[in-house]
């Protein structure tokens, strides 16, 4: 079964920038959708965005116009990458990569954001 890795969590002051990536172990797959969820303590797992393989983007509300969502499917793994700008304390959370392929779903193991100054 293909695994999920992320990568590019961290400390950053409000206002600044992060670029998350997730990556699978093994080649050769074609996930229907990548995307990215977060879970901030004592609040449920949500989605931040999503990006489905005929080039549809889906984002939370609240990262609109500041996170953007890619995927690099022409590399011999696939990934996905989650660029997020103007951080704010509010987008502290564990950030989980999800991927679909065919009626399984697929989570990463976490990597932690905090945003404080």
């Known amino acids: 079964q293909a695994q999920l890795v992320e990568s590019g969590g961290g400390l950053v002051q409000p206002g600044g920038s992060l670029r998350l990536s997730c990556g699978t172990t093994?080649?050769?797959?074609?996930?229907?959708?990548m995307g990215w969820y977060r879970q901030a303590p004592g609040k449920e797992r949500e989605l931040v965005a999503r990006l489905v393989v005929n080039g549809d983007r889906t984002y939370a509300d609240s990262v609109k116009g500041r996170f953007t969502i890619s995927r690099d499917n022409a590399k011999v793994r696939d990934s996905v990458y989650l660029q997020m700008d103007m951080l704010k304390p509010e987008d502290t959370a564990v950030y989980y990569c999800?991927?679909?392929?065919?009626?399984?779903?697929?989570w990463g193991q976490g990597t932690q954001v905090t945003v404080s100054s």
């Open positions: 093994r080649s050769g797959f074609a996930f229907k959708s």
């Open positions: 999800n991927a679909v392929l065919g009626a399984t779903v697929i």
